[in-house]
């Protein structure tokens, strides 16, 4: 029988990378496993609401395994999402890290705590390779979140081409944005049955970041 996987699915085009490696593989993805905040909804990391999440689940023909945490009980949770997968017949869960060590280690901690696999299918390659990738398979992403140590406002609410990663590089910026430096909200591309539509609303400072609200 088929092995199946879910994916830890931040929204950003890194685990969308790593989703589209994996179908192309033929791998079976049943659950696209969200975090989103416990008293906002919100996801956590790139902020994305969880009608926008729902929007995407529907496109990519992906059930959503939503799961609600604190800053408390995050890795928990999490563990609790995991097993919601195994429930559905996972046996493996996608993540779209790349090379810091401590984030696969985070990764590996939670799989091995509730018996499941974990793959990683971007692990230590090219990080400005697998972003020029993520462009050229004809993704679509909106720069979400920055953080203002490295990035100004004015990318926010950019789409994320050859152009913008230049301007990233030109900012003495990693151009895949792994350390932090911006976050991306998938809206369409290859996988994608339509395009996620969404409308800007506002953009808000939280201390070193700045990010749009989108619904």
């Given amino acids: 029988m088929k092995e199946k996987y879910i994916v830890s699915y931040s929204t950003g085009k890194d685990s969308a990378l790593a989703l589209y490696r994996a179908i192309r ?7 696209l496993l969200v975090i989103a905040h416990d008293e906002e909804d919100i996801s956590w990391f790139h902020d994305v609401s969880l009608s926008l999440i729902e929007s995407v689940s529907k496109s990519l023909e992906i059930p959503l395994i939503l799961v609600k945490a604190s800053g408390e009980d995050y890795e928990k949770n999490f563990e609790d999402g995991l097993r919601q997968g195994k429930k559905i017949g996972a046996t493996c869960c996608i993540f779209g890290d790349i090379d810091i060590e401590n ?14 696999k974990s793959w990683f299918p971007l692990w230590q390659e090219s990080r400005e390779d697998l ?7 004809d993704f679509k992403a909106v720069i979400k979140k920055v953080n203002l140590n490295y990035l100004d406002e004015s990318f926010l ?3 994320l081409n050859k152009e913008v990663l230049e301007k990233i590089k030109a900012k003495n910026c990693d151009v895949c944005g792994e350390n932090g430096e911006y976050h991306t909200f998938v809206y369409d591309g290859p996988l994608f049955k339509e395009r996620v539509n969404f409308k800007i ?11 749009l609200n989108i619904y």
């Fill in 201 to 211: 609303d506002s953009i808000q400072k939280d201390g070193i970041f700045a990010h």
């Fill in 103 to 116: 984030h696969r280690k985070w990764c590996d901690d939670r799989c091995k705590n509730v018996y499941i």
């Fill in 157 to 159: 609410g950019t789409d």
């Fill in 131 to 137: 972003v020029s990738e993520f462009v050229n398979c």
């Fill in 25 to 31: 593989l033929g791998k079976d993805v049943v659950g």
